[in-house]
């Protein structure tokens, strides 16, 4: 298997860890021709929509670029596009795995737990402009949009009143 495929592996097991231990439900779109790697389902939220859902654009990265307030990313101008606009469904999200460059690094294991390896940032591009670029569109996703427990659950929370995170 080659290090993309374990990439694409490795930020969908992060996901799902993640998902988890919030109790949401994931499942993978049959096809991927619409930007939509994963789709995490939450259940019995109190406003507005009782089942919630989000769909996650999963990208896993060695390069860790940006600074102390900025991880930058080039994603491609279709998955930009596919990301783009308030006339989705559900909120449309991208999450970005940073690893580290061996795929060693990724995981470690000790006699009482298993570290997951490195960070997982998530950014909504639903207000972002159109792109003249004709490949890639490089994003500085701010370092405070960590992929925790904590704010999968205030993703969730917003979609459930028809919100999207800023």
Partial sequence: ????????????????????????????????????????????????????????????????????????YQLSIKNYNDLRGDDLLCPRYLFVLAVPTETDGWLSHEKDHTKLKHCCYWMSLSELPDSCNDTTVTLHIPKVNLLTAESLIELMELASIRGVAA
């Fill in 1 to 72: 298997m080659d290090t993309n495929q374990r990439k694409e592996l490795f930020s969908r097991a992060f996901v799902g860890a993640l998902a988890a231990q919030v109790g949401f439900r994931s499942s993978i779109p049959d096809v991927d021709d619409d930007s939509v790697d994963l789709i995490l389902k939450g259940r019995g939220f109190s406003a507005g929509i009782r089942n919630p859902q989000l769909e996650i654009q999963l990208k896993c990265t060695a390069k860790n670029n940006g600074c102390d307030d900025y991880f930058t």
